[in-house]
């Protein structure tokens, strides 16, 4: 085979800069990346097949010219395919990129291009001032439009002793919430909206409301400078599913993201929501990377090593396998590819103190070289084992954008799983659909027929009915199909089968008896979703009816469709009572959040650790295809209370009977039919049942605890 190398784009050193420049030394080949010693700093990137690199040195972020280029040569600077170089005095604060020389053989997998300033797979941080995406999609030199990476020491942190808070799985709920939407709205009132910084200042409501973590959409470095014009919005990578760079924080959410502190402002942020006792799980995107198709952007996989890093088309490999919708997939299961991602990992838990990770299209991780997925893949039974790694939480979205569906089978054990399964039947039985309480009544329960059999437990089902990617909760009432005409795509994006109901008007309406509908149904989604076995989870603003007016696709909505508005926790102050009561509730009663499967043990007054009903005892109607009612009864081994709920979807009143409990009385604890305050009580001003019978309203809940 002819290679035929491009020679590097080596520009003359900035004027005014002594031509020495720094002192090099070999260098090692590990760690990679920039690492910080006494004397230097050790720089270290994987290319295989590059022939030869430049390191290049910048005053500043801004500087279009480097003030120095090292180069770097395979019989100097190379250990197997690592190349390294130690540069004496060197120290963090510099700013810093590569060329790579390599073979010009496209349709053979290799996309050298000596002219492209490349940012380190490994960096802390890098700077997105001069940044052009078009400049990096062209043949061509972009050093004065390129980002610049930046050497941090992620050991130069006062910690004051925080650590992963480790709660167990059974114990968390879910606060799923975006970084900048959060707090970017003027209603906000913080000092820096939609920082991380921001964030800090919301952590009162947070601990109000009562979720254990928050489950953080994408924090490491994503493009959000490309934008297009619709109907005279700005629309824009909102919600950072395309990584650039797995090691730094975006420095959209930083404050001064220039001067080299993007650990610090996370990690902040971390250590405050950790003293609230808040866990940090991060939503990653290890699936596919930013750099897209054979048409996107070259700034760092691509120009280091596309054929190692990405999965290529055999017959010809200048195009991308997209299992992912994205353009590309990252070839996860590739020693190269493994390691980065594990390490990756580690650094979040032992330098950010991160608490978990959920997994963006986590089925491509189980995928192998030739795209088929493995039973033991290499990347996923190293997380799941790896030492660091074993108190983390990791959460698998397991499916993918090529119809790989695992849900109740993914690789693993301890990888808990969102349950997209949970979601649309907890949907269509709130809507009414009839014949189906039987699967209502698996999913409660912790979706055993998706997990017991392959000893799996509870906690492997994050149960859900609304995540980011779909309706928000009042939008899941409010609508019977998608309205994402902003996203300038003909309303032809996002999900079609919402399994919604508008409670019989479309969108917003001054109507108050279907206003009073909607949010008793959206109590019903919140009774269901805390009483459930498994791990509950929920999208910011569900607690206050946060709408995106239909839209269920609002990546690119970075305005008030996706931002919280401050202004709500006031105006739904009723709904955010019941959230937090709900979560209170479910916090108070390990009966409704064990970590294993029931298993028919009989408590002292005779009731099973679960029962299933229907209108009538012992008779839930499995096979009755026009049935819309469930009951069940949880039996207390704590010594706190035995639960009773009684589910009546039919738009008619049903009359429920209700179990005797030994030297116990029930009492009404919620009762979704009622207006705040009397939907849910206090604890200790819980009303006794007078009956044996308790009249359940229309398409509501009532739950009772004996006392």
Known sequence: MN??????????????????????????PHPLGATVYPDGVNFSVFSQHALSMELL?????????????????????KSFHFWHVFVVGAKPGLHYAYRVAGPDLTDLGMRYDPHKVLIDPYAYGNSMKLWNRGDACVPGDNVASAMRSVVIDPLAYDWQGDQPLNRPMQDTVIYEMHVGGFTRSG????????????????????????????????????????AREHDGNRLTNFWGYSTMAYFAPHPGYCEEPGEASHLDEFRDMVKALHKAGIEVILDVVFNHTDEGNHQGPTFSFRGFDNLNYYYLVPENQAFYFDYTGCGNTFNCNHPVGSKMIVEALRFWVEHMHVDGFRFDEGSVLSRGPDG??????????????????AKSKVIAEAWDAAGLYQVGHF???????WNGLYRDTMRNFVRGEAGIIGHVADRLSGSAELYQANDHLPVNSVNFITAHDGFTMNDLVSYNGKHNDANGEGNRDGVDDNMSWNCGVEGATDDPAVDALREQQIRNFAALLMLSQGVPMFVMGDEVRRSQGGNNNAWCQ?????????????????????????????????????SRFFDGKINERGLADISWHGTELNAPGWDDAHARALAWTVADFDGI???????????????????EVQGRKWHHAVDTSKPSPDDIADAGTERPVQSDRVTVNGRSIVVLISK
């Not at 906000?188 to 909206?193: D, E």
């Not at 088929?372 to 790694?389: N, S, T, Y």
């Not at 401050?566 to 064990?594: C, D, N, Y």
């Open 3 to 28: 290679i035929v190398a491009k020679k590097p784009a080596s520009k003359s050193r900035r004027k005014g800069t002594d031509a020495s420049g720094f002192v090099t030394r070999a260098g090692q």
């Open 57 to 77: 040195f910048f005053a500043s972020e801004d500087d279009l010219e480097p003030m120095q280029v090292i180069p770097m040569t395979s019989e100097a600077n």
């Open 187 to 226: 209603t906000s009132g913080v000092a820096s909206p939609g920082t991380f910084r921001a964030v800090i200042e919301k952590i009162p409501y947070l601990k109000s409301l009562g979720v254990t973590a928050v489950e953080l959409l994408p924090v490491f470095q994503f493009d959000d400078t490309e």
């Open 372 to 389: 088929a997925p493995m039973q033991f893949p290499p990347v996923l039974w190293q997380i799941e084992l790896d030492e660091v790694l």
């Open 411 to 417: 690789p693993g054990f301890r990888w808990a799983e």
């Open 558 to 594: 970075d305005n008030p469709i996706g931002w919280f508005d401050w202004t709500l926790p006031e105006k739904h102050s009723g709904m955010f009572r019941f959230w937090q009561r709900m979560i209170a509730f479910r916090a108070a009663h390990p009966a409704v959040h064990r």
């Open 641 to 659: 209370a035995d639960i009773h709920v009684m589910a009546n979807m039919y738009w008619e009143p049903l009359s429920f009977a209700v179990p």
